[in-house]
């Protein structure tokens, strides 16, 4: 059973920076893929990014060149860095986990085993 536990999230001004770490407990960390998917009030839970074992790196359409996800293998933890921060950026962020999700389904929140509770960002004026 893997625990992820978020943090970093917050307010911040449009053209911000943020950080986001999540911590992972209770598994083998490097043996692992993570992604970050985030949610706003109404809206479908969306993919972000995600970084795979090898430490090959995936990226949601929107967030491309502007998030940069990154794994430290010896600290149990994933990172996002988060630049060029817009309004429509803001959601509930969440970490998730599985160890043997393949390729093509990256993408699809439906297939990680594993959640944190999120953090919320919120960038506004």
């Known amino acids: 059973q893997v625990q992820l536990v978020e943090s970093g999230g917050g307010l911040v001004q449009p053209g911000g920076s943020l950080r986001l770490s999540c911590v992972a407990s209770g598994g083998t960390f490097s043996r692992y893929t993570f992604g970050w998917f985030r949610q706003a009030p109404g809206k479908e839970r969306e993919f972000v990014a995600a970084i795979r074992y090898s430490r090959t790196t995936h990226y949601g359409d929107s967030v491309k060149g502007r998030f940069t996800i990154s794994r430290d293998n010896a600290k149990n933890t994933v990172y996002l860095q988060m630049n060029s921060l817009k309004p429509d950026d803001s959601a509930v962020y969440y970490c998730?986990?599985?160890?043997?999700?393949?390729?093509?389904?990256?993408?699809?929140?439906?297939?990680?085993?594993?959640w944190g509770q999120g953090t919320q960002v919120t960038v506004s004026s």
């Open positions: 998730a986990a599985d160890a043997g999700i393949i390729l093509s389904s990256i993408p699809y929140h439906q297939n990680y085993d594993y």
